[in-house]
T-cell receptor
């Protein structure tokens, strides 16, 4: 199976500071998905990366996929309390395929 | 974006009863849907792949006779937890890949919280 290691497991950051979450795969990925989840709720799609070296940004969130397509990072700039939640990376082996998830990173933003 | 709904959003049942959870793709067709389970403070674990018109594919360690999956149409998959026990209490989430048109992603339902007393 495709193993995904996510780090750190949890993160407490002061409002206005930047933060980075990493996701590493033992195998080359077809696609890497980033989701955000509030506890007890569904997943909110953030970004999907498919090409080696790809980088996408939306508002204050930037996600990158390395050239080997085995490592991705999610970076939040000038964090706000609204960024608090659980961030999950998920990997697919092929288009439309099931996702394997990392362990998640719990983010808390202190006002 | 595309929408996936789940019903019910939460359910409480007695031990030994069966519970059905529905997953619907509201504005796109899904020949495949996925069912995940999430325990408190843990990540999502894939339970099974629901295939329209054929049998579901279960992940290792998931009892197919306990978690019955039926993909009745291109927009509906159901997960029935049979003879539920307290250890089945969990957050169940479904997803459906949308690959047509502008979409190339997996859409997740809002989840169903099952509590078995």
């Amino acid at each position: 199976s495709q193993e995904l290691e996510q780090s750190p497991q949890s993160l407490i950051v002061q409002e206005g500071k930047n933060l980075t979450i990493n996701c590493t795969s033992s195998k080359t990925l077809y696609g890497l998905y980033w989701y955000k989840q509030k506890y007890g709720e569904g997943l909110i799609f953030l970004m999907m990366l498919q090409k080696g070296g790809e980088e996408k940004s939306h508002e204050k969130i930037t996600a990158k996929l390395d050239e080997k397509k085995q490592q991705s990072s999610l970076h939040i700039t000038a964090s706000q309390p609204s960024h608090a939640g659980i961030y999950l990376c998920g990997a697919a082996k092929a288009a439309g395929n099931k996702l394997t998830f990392g362990g998640g990173t719990r983010v808390l933003v202190k006002p | 974006g595309a929408v996936v709904s789940q019903h019910p959003s939460w359910v409480i049942c007695k031990s030994g009863t069966s519970v059905k959870i529905e997953c619907r793709s509201l504005d796109f067709q899904a020949t495949t849907m996925f069912w995940y389970r999430q325990f408190p403070k843990q990540s999502l674990m894939l339970m099974a792949t629901s295939n329209e018109g054929s049998k579901a594919t279960y992940e290792q360690g998931v009892e197919k006779d306990k978690f019955l999956i039926n993909h009745a149409s291109l927009t509906l998959s159901t997960l029935t937890v049979t003879s539920a026990h307290p250890e089945d209490s969990s957050f169940y989430i479904c997803s459906a890949p949308a690959l047509a048109g502008p979409y190339n992603e997996q859409f997740f339902g809002p989840g169903t919280r099952l509590t078995v007393l």
